[in-house]
């Protein structure tokens, strides 16, 4: 595929002051196609001036500066109005090279419903650390809320199917927008991938960015954490519901995982012994990671790990949390309570009622994974001893 046979793919350019290098940025995309979107993102330097010299290329303009994401949603707007199915988004700053722009096409012939991000070598030359060491900390969250691995969160060099973004509505504004559209968007299905790319980066004399670390880098985390609760307390739960509603997320369980042979009941047992017990020990926000871990780490099945730890999903919370207090009262004899509602509530009220929720809920934690780890132990033995017999 390439641009000639496809007039409804438009390359996406937001800049903020980049007259320096936006000339040579266009004329570069110009000699391979056409669409070009250029979005004047408040510009206070001769942006205005470069963009008189290409008048082709289309252009959305307002002030003052609003930030990268509120330039990209504004590009992706108008493209749909445009008429355009897809957009390839380039930074203005000469850092990415039009000829990867083929890749795109290419890649798009198999994959038409998908976000295309452009992975860059992050140990080249000229790289700056912060960039590295950013892009490996978004990496991380993304899996966290994702639950997909990535090598490039951050790469400004993507293929957005615009219409399938057109119901988000998005909250972000500038930098950290490029994190949400991701997470947001895997949490609707959309598919995301990856392919290599070449970027160019100048010495750090030459070098000019807008990104300011101690403010974007504060956003970013903001958002992250907002994102990695809405995980925990809706999309996890949801995804797990979901996953319980299709037949064959049964017949999988029950042939592939729980009757598969290549696992001792024994391993079978332990592991969902493991999974009620982290889903209730209080550890929120890491009771998942954790379980992996120890999942990992003692080379137990991680499919029913995960699914036996979602016995904390939104619905058992309550039942969790009066367990936890109920069986507290063992260990916390003077003083102990079910729950307090007074209007009076003093301090030693709060630290009383904490110590005999931790110390309940890690013995309902440690009672209930022995349970459920015998009884399923008890279960195997009996339905995989039918299956053999």
């Not at 991701?182 to 790319?197: D, E, H, M, Y």
Request: aromatic share 12%; with cysteine.
């Amino acid at each position: 595929m390439n641009y000639n046979t496809a007039p409804h793919i438009a390359v996406l350019i937001p800049t903020y002051n980049n007259a320096a290098t936006l000339g040579q940025v266009l004329e570069d995309v110009l000699s391979c196609t056409p669409h070009v979107i250029v979005v004047n993102d408040g510009s206070t330097d001769n942006t205005t001036g470069v963009l008189d010299r290409f008048p082709a290329v289309q252009q959305v303009t307002y002030n003052p500066n609003r930030g990268k994401g509120i330039a990209l949603r504004r590009g992706f707007q108008y493209a749909r109005q445009q008429g355009y199915e897809y957009v390839i988004t380039m930074d203005a700053d000469g850092q990415h090279f039009a000829s990867d722009l083929q890749a795109f096409m290419n890649r798009l012939e198999t994959e038409k419903d998908a976000i295309l991000i452009g992975a860059r070598n992050l140990q080249q030359e000229n790289m700056p650390g912060k960039n590295s060491f950013a892009n490996k900390f978004s990496n991380f969250w993304f899996w966290v809320e994702t639950g997909i691995r990535a090598p490039d969160t951050q790469s400004g060099y993507r293929l957005y199917p615009v219409r399938l973004l057109e119901p988000i509505r998005f909250w972000c504004t500038r930098y950290e927008f490029e994190v949400e559209v991701l997470v947001r968007s895997a949490w609707r299905g959309i598919k995301i991938n990856w392919l290599p790319v070449q970027v160019y980066y100048p010495p750090a004399e030459e070098r000019v960015s807008h990104f300011r670390p101690f403010r974007d880098f504060s956003r970013i985390s903001v958002l992250n954490t907002v994102l990695v609760l809405i995980t925990l307390l809706y999309i996890k739960p949801r995804d797990f519901i979901r996953f319980l509603l299709k037949k064959e997320s049964w017949q999988w369980l029950w042939k592939e995982v729980l009757l598969n042979p290549r696992e001792s009941n024994a391993k079978k047992a332990c592991a969902i012994g493991l999974g009620v017990f982290m889903g209730i020990v209080p550890i929120w926000g890491f009771q998942m990671l954790v379980a992996l871990a120890l999942a990992a780490y003692f080379r137990l099945n991680k499919a029913l790990v995960l699914i036996a730890a979602n016995i904390s999903i939104p619905p058992m919370i309550p039942v969790i949390v009066f367990l936890s207090f109920l069986m507290g009262r063992v260990w916390v004899r003077t003083g102990a309570t079910f729950l307090v509602f007074s209007k009076h509530i003093t301090q030693e009220d709060v630290r009383q009622n904490i110590l005999q929720y931790l110390y309940g809920s890690v013995t309902l934690a440690v009672a209930a994974g022995l349970i459920f780890g015998l009884a399923a132990y008890v279960l195997l033995a009996i339905f995989r001893k039918q299956k053999h017999g």
